[in-house]
């Protein structure tokens, strides 16, 4: 267990829909990351917050949002939903002290599958 | 263009065996590079994490080696066991120029061990 929760585990929805993803961070960690992992993809990050403010952006599309809030979680919102959205999300964070050599834990992930 | 390129795409070999999984990478100016397990439906575990100036690092049976000016990774694992059965993944971190995160992956080396 790294200590990262992530909710939902599964989540079903329909194309054009929109959903909400939420990362819960190691205690006393101050970043968090997000990752999109496809089954013909590897992982592809997507988005970076530290202490509330984003960090760094990847392959992260305009339909995707993030944000993290006072208490350190974080929610990942992807709206206008496409079958090509199918993909398990993970949730990393790390203490955000250490640079770049730092260890990220990741999360169990959260399945989507649009339909 | 960056890249991590990991090889072989699968592998299984029997129990007890050792086995070095490969990766190549064309990112630049290079930061560090992890060494990630993971099992099927789960999120990644770290295993090395080597900066520019390490050549070589352990983590009980697994041990990475690194050949920045090859731009050339290995991951050996000795004594393989039942529990190594995982994809083990590649990431390579450019070095950050203000808030852009440079984190490359590989597509992962799928490994099964058997009896």
């Known amino acids: 267990d790294s200590g990262v929760t992530q909710t939902p585990k599964h989540l079903i929805t329909a194309t054009g829909q929109r959903v909400t993803l939420r990362c819960s961070p190691r205690?006393?960690?101050?970043?968090v990351y997000w990752y999109q992992q496809s089954l013909d993809q590897g992982l592809q990050f997507l988005i970076q917050y530290y202490n509330g403010e984003e960090r760094a952006k990847g392959n992260i599309l305009e339909r995707f949002s993030a944000q993290q809030f006072p208490d350190l979680h974080s929610e990942l919102n992807l709206s206008s939903l496409e079958l090509g959205d199918s993909a398990l999300y993970f949730c990393?964070?790390?203490?955000?002290?250490?640079?770049?050599?730092?260890?990220?834990?990741f999360g169990p992930g959260t399945r989507l599958l649009v339909l | 263009k960056n890249q991590v390129e990991q090889s072989p795409q699968s592998l299984i070999i029997l129990e007890g065996k050792n086995c070095t999984l490969q990766?190549?990478?064309?990112?630049?100016?290079?930061?560090?590079l992890r060494w990630y397990k993971q099992d099927t439906g789960r999120g990644p575990v770290s295993l090395t994490i080597?900066?520019?100036?390490?050549n070589t690092k352990s983590n009980g049976r697994y041990t990475a080696t690194l050949d920045a000016d090859t731009k050339q990774s290995s991951l050996h694992i000795t004594a393989s066991q039942l529990s190594d059965s995982a994809s083990y993944i590649c990431v390579v971190s450019g070095l950050y120029t203000g808030t852009a995160s440079k984190l490359t992956f590989g597509t992962g080396t799928r490994l099964q061990v058997t009896l």
């Open positions: 990393a964070s790390s203490t955000g002290l250490a640079g770049v050599q730092e260890t990220q834990y």
């Open positions: 990766c190549n990478y064309t990112v630049s100016p290079f930061s560090n």
């Open positions: 205690s006393g960690d101050l970043s």
């Open positions: 080597m900066t520019f100036s390490e």
